[in-house]
């Protein structure tokens, strides 16, 4: 342990007598205190304290160009930062003290504050920074360092430079300090920061273009994400687009294929018209109506596809087929459409009195072979008041009949070959019932 400390007090002795020139300075500086502010911090650098407003302005902006180039670090503008002294009542920065610099931070955006000043000792000057959290005034970081006369400081201060006629050998280190700093000390030859109100400038331009350009993407961001939030919610309140995107609680309902099931009461509406050249009697125009029940078992994809078998049965009539339609999606509110196609047998009865001793009968017979179908469904979630209207296609033969019950077809051969007709036959029908989905 002993060792450990000696050695540990030789290197900051080390540390403390070592000099760097005012740019060496400026990066050993702010390499330290970026290096205890986690990346992506907004930091302002509030005020460089000198007697030499040049040489203040000259480090502030040279500490600036390092934050944005050489860290990870977002360097806030200070171009509000007028207006704010101004309405403090504050005509220089050298006269606040922290609590109301960390409030100036604060509204300049930033959630670090680094302050600093340099000051001349001797032969030498000295160069201090350190930073504190706005939040709650913590410190993230101080260091010191001794600054040496050269060209740029010099320059900076308004003092006659005179540099040794053997300067010492550069070392190693120095070597790559001066690499790393090197594009800031040739823009500066450059005449590129020259005027510290022009460098001023500059930095804040820099400055003002890469936080709108932030601010921009935010935006953006945000306009997608509204857009995206829009779409979904108008997608789901569309019964006909609800099967593209459904949003929120629908998902979970239309995520996966489902299991259907249909009970429902139907009705056929046959019509038999007047006609005389084909048969015994004139008959007034007639719509009849058969009742039947209709069974459908099937799945709904979650794409919104429906595929079922239908089985139909009634008194005088029985049908099988299969559904092929969409359906939208919804809890509340569904509809849905598509082709029956299979084989159904209708047959009804239609009676005439003719006299008050006398009753005619004819019979139709339909052989349907499926049709087009629209409907909707209204319920919540699984269990479904289901109505369609349907209209089925086929041919049909009609015959007269002398008893009144059709189904023993009494009397019907005998007037066959006399009576009878067929031809194009067209039924249209609406069933009502109960569908579950699971």
């Not at 403390?16 to 205890?36: L, P, R």
């Not at 053997?166 to 070597?175: D, E, Y």
């Not at 601010?215 to 609800?242: C, G, K, M, R, V």
């Not at 979630?381 to 015959?399: A, C, E, P, R, W």
Request: net charge negative.
């Amino acid at each position: 342990m002993r060792i450990f400390a000696a050695i540990l007090l030789l290197f900051c002795v080390f540390a403390y007598g070592q000099t760097f020139t005012i740019d060496e300075a400026i990066v050993e500086n702010m390499k330290y205190i970026s290096g205890k502010i986690a990346s992506g911090t907004r930091v302002v650098i509030l005020n460089i304290e000198s007697e030499n407003q040049n040489l203040s302005d000259y480090i502030d902006i040279e500490s600036g160009m390092f934050i944005m180039n050489k860290t990870k670090l977002t360097l806030m503008s200070k171009n509000n930062l007028p207006n704010i002294l101004r309405r403090k009542n504050i005509k220089n920065l050298d006269e606040i003290d922290e609590s109301t610099a960390l409030e100036i931070g604060k509204e300049l955006g930033a959630s670090e504050v680094i302050f600093g000043d340099i000051s001349k000792l001797g032969e030498i000057y000295r160069f201090r920074v350190h930073a504190l959290g706005v939040a709650y005034g913590e410190v993230r970081g101080m260091q010191s360092l001794n600054v040496k006369m050269d060209e740029v400081l010099a320059d900076l201060t308004g003092t006659i430079y005179k540099p040794d006629t053997k300067p010492a050998p550069q070392t190693s280190t120095t070597a790559k300090r001066d690499a790393e700093f090197d594009d800031l000390a040739n823009l500066r030859k450059s005449g590129g920061f020259g005027d510290s109100q022009s460098a001023q400038a500059k930095l804040e331009a820099e400055t003002n273009d890469r936080n709108n350009y932030e601010s921009s993407q935010i935006a953006q961001n945000e306009i997608e994400t509204q857009t995206e939030t829009y779409d979904s919610q108008t997608s789901a309140s569309s019964p006909l687009n609800a099967t593209k995107q459904t949003s929120g609680s629908d998902k979970k309902t239309e995520a996966k294929s489902r299991f259907l099931v249909s009970f429902k009461a139907q009705i056929y509406s046959v019509k038999f018209a007047q006609e005389s050249d084909y048969f015994l009697t004139q008959y007034s125009e007639q719509t009849v109506k058969v009742p039947a029940y209709s069974f459908e078992m099937g799945i709904v994809t979650k794409d919104g596809f429906r595929y079922n078998a239908i089985f139909d049965n009634g008194k005088g009539n029985v049908g099988y087929g299969v559904y092929f339609g969409k359906t939208t999606s919804g809890k509340v509110f569904r509809f849905n459409g598509g082709m029956d196609l299979g084989l159904w047998k209708v047959s009804a009865q239609s009676l005439e009195k003719i006299t008050d001793a006398t009753a005619y009968g004819r019979v139709k017979q339909n052989l349907l072979f499926g049709g087009p179908r629209i409907g909707f469904m209204l319920g919540y979630d699984f269990v479904f008041l289901d109505f369609n209207m349907k209209y089925y296609l086929g041919t049909f033969g009609m015959h007269d009949m002398t008893e009144y019950n059709y189904e023993s077809m009494s009397g019907f051969w005998e007037n066959f070959q006399r009576a009878h007709n067929n031809g194009f036959s067209a039924i249209y029908l609406w069933n009502i019932g109960l569908t579950f989905t699971f």
